[in-house]
DNA sequence: TCAAAAGTGTTTACCTTACACCCATGG
DNA sequence: CCATGGGTGTAAGGTAAACACTTTTGA
C-alpha cells in the first residue's frame, strides 16, 4: 500500500461466487445457475455477481443468496468467506477477481426464478458435469471446507429446519462425509457438547411412519465443537 | 456472474497485504513498514502493494514478501491466504479490496530496506500501537489463525531454521500459545506423528552451551498432524 | 559437584469404540 | 408379533497428562 496513484492501476471487476449447500434426498447438493450467453453458454455455474460500489463483498454475497434462493429473511443464515480466486485469464472476457463464499442452508423449496433470467436450481455435487470458469475448484474447495467444518463446530444444525431430531442431524453428517455413524457414540458427543443442541420441551417428530417418535432438539449458541466429532478413518481435508 | 457488461462495473484497486510472522526473541513478531504519506502517516503497516495486471494475488504477495524481507528464494516459504477484506471506506482515498496473505518464516536478519522507500522491521505483535488503516484487525485475524494452524498443521518448522532442535520446535508453540508445555509429552507426540520431523543423522547442537547437546532434526513430507496437538485448555480460537 | 537442558519411563485418568440391549410405534 | 428406528448401558482398548527419573554437558 505504498506509491499508490489513484490512477496507476488496472480496473478489475470484483465479483462474488456463492457455494450454497443443502443436504436433500440423501445428498449433499448445491445451488447452481444454468448459463445463458457465452462464454460457457449452457453451462452451470456457481450463482453470484458483482460487488456494487457501496457494499463490501459479504453484503453483495447476501444479497445475491437472497435473490437466487428467495429466502426472505437471510440475515441469520451462515455465510462464510471460502477463499479469492484471482488467477489472471480465470474469466476469458476480462480480469476478473472473485470472493468466493459458502453458505448452509435446511432443505428449501426449489428456488424461484430468482431477480435474474437463469434458472436457478439445486444439483447433486458433481451431478452437473464440468462448471463453467473455475467453479469447480471453487466447489471443490467449498465442499471440503464444509466436510472439515462439520468436525469442529456447530453448523452442522444450519443445513437442519429449525427443529430437528438426533437421527437427522446425524444424517448429515454420514451425508456430507460419505460415511456411516454408530448412533449411541454420536447422540452421546452432541449430548455431550454443552450448547450444540438444546431439547425441545415435550416434542417428538414420528420420523417415517414407522419406529419410536424421536425426541426434537434446536440449535444451540455454541458453535464451535470441543472435543472435535472427527471423521472415522478420519484424514480430515 | 450474470448480466455481464465489461464497462458497467465500478472499478476496484486490488491489493495484497502481507501478515509475515517470526519467532524471535522468545516473542512472535510481525514485518511492519512505517507510512511515509497521508493518511496515516507515521503509522506501521503490513507490507502489500498492488496486484499487477499480469498476475494473481499468490503471486503478487510472493512478489512484495521477496521484495520485503530481502528472502531471495522466496518460492518455497509457506504462504497462505487469509481472508479478503472489502468494506468500502476501509482506504479512505479510493475502493480497495485487499486480499490478505499469513507467511511464516525463520528468525532472519533485520530486513533492508525493500524496493520501497518505506523502512521494514520486524516488531512485536501489538508492539507498534495502532496500526494504519484496518491492518490491527487483519493481523488479529492472522494471529488467531496462526495459533490454529500449530494445532493440526505441521507449520511450526517453518518458524525453524533448516536444521532445529525439539526445544527450538517447542519453544515456538510456547511463544504462539503463550502458554507452557510438557516437553516429554511433547517431544512424545512430535515423534508419533509420521513426517512430522525427521532426525538429522549424527548431528547435534549444543543449545546455550549448557546441557546435553540436543539431537537435530529438519522437517518432514507431512503437512497436517493427526491427532492434532491441542493447546492446553484450548478453546481454539 | 552443581545447574541446566535433553531424553526415558511409568502411572493414572479419561475418552472413544464397539456392541449388546431395551423401548415405542406402525403394519 | 415383527420390522424399524429411537434410546441406554457397558466393557475393552487406546490416548494423553502428570511427574519421577536418568543422561550429558559447561561452569
Redesign the pocket.
Known amino acids: 500500500m505504498r506509491g499508490y496513484d489513484k490512477y496507476a492501476f488496472e480496473p478489475f471487476a470484483v465479483t462474488v461466487d456463492l457455494a450454497v449447500f443443502t443436504v436433500r434426498a440423501g445428498e449433499l447438493q448445491v445451488l447452481l445457475v444454468e448459463r445463458g450467453q457465452a462464454p460457457y453458454a449452457g453451462r452451470w455455474a456457481l450463482p453470484g455477481g458483482f460487488v456494487l460500489p457501496h457494499e463490501s463483498a459479504e453484503t453483495a454475497a447476501r444479497r445475491e443468496l437472497a435473490e437466487e434462493t428467495g429466502i426472505v429473511d437471510v440475515s441469520g443464515l451462515h455465510l462464510e468467506q471460502l477463499r479469492t480466486y484471482s488467477e489472471p485469464g480465470r474469466d476469458p472476457r476480462m480480469r476478473v477477481v472473485s470472493v468466493a463464499f459458502t453458505a448452509l442452508v435446511p432443505d428449501l423449496p426449489e428456488p424461484r426464478g430468482g431477480g435474474d433470467a437463469a434458472q436457478a436450481r439445486w444439483l447433486p455435487c458433481g451431478g452437473a458435469g464440468a462448471l463453467a470458469f473455475d467453479h469447480d475448484r471453487i466447489l471443490a474447495d467449498a465442499r471440503e471446507r464444509v466436510g472439515a467444518k462439520l468436525e469442529y463446530t456447530c453448523l452442522a444444525t444450519s443445513f437442519c429446519p429449525p427443529e430437528f431430531?438426533?437421527?437427522?442431524l446425524q444424517q448429515i453428517y454420514e451425508t456430507v462425509w460419505g460415511t456411516a455413524l454408530?448412533?449411541?457414540?454420536f447422540?452421546?458427543?452432541v449430548l455431550?457438547t454443552p450448547g450444540f443442541v438444546e431439547p425441545v420441551p415435550g416434542a417428538?417428530r414420528?420420523?417415517?411412519?414407522?419406529?419410536?417418535?424421536?425426541?426434537l432438539y434446536r440449535a444451540g449458541p455454541a458453535t464451535t465443537l470441543h472435543?472435535p466429532l472427527?471423521r472415522?478413518e478420519g484424514r480430515p481435508s
Open positions: 431430531t438426533l437421527g437427522e454408530d448412533r449411541p457414540n447422540r452421546r458427543k455431550a417428538a414420528l420420523t417415517g411412519g414407522r419406529g419410536k417418535p424421536a425426541a472435543p472427527l472415522p
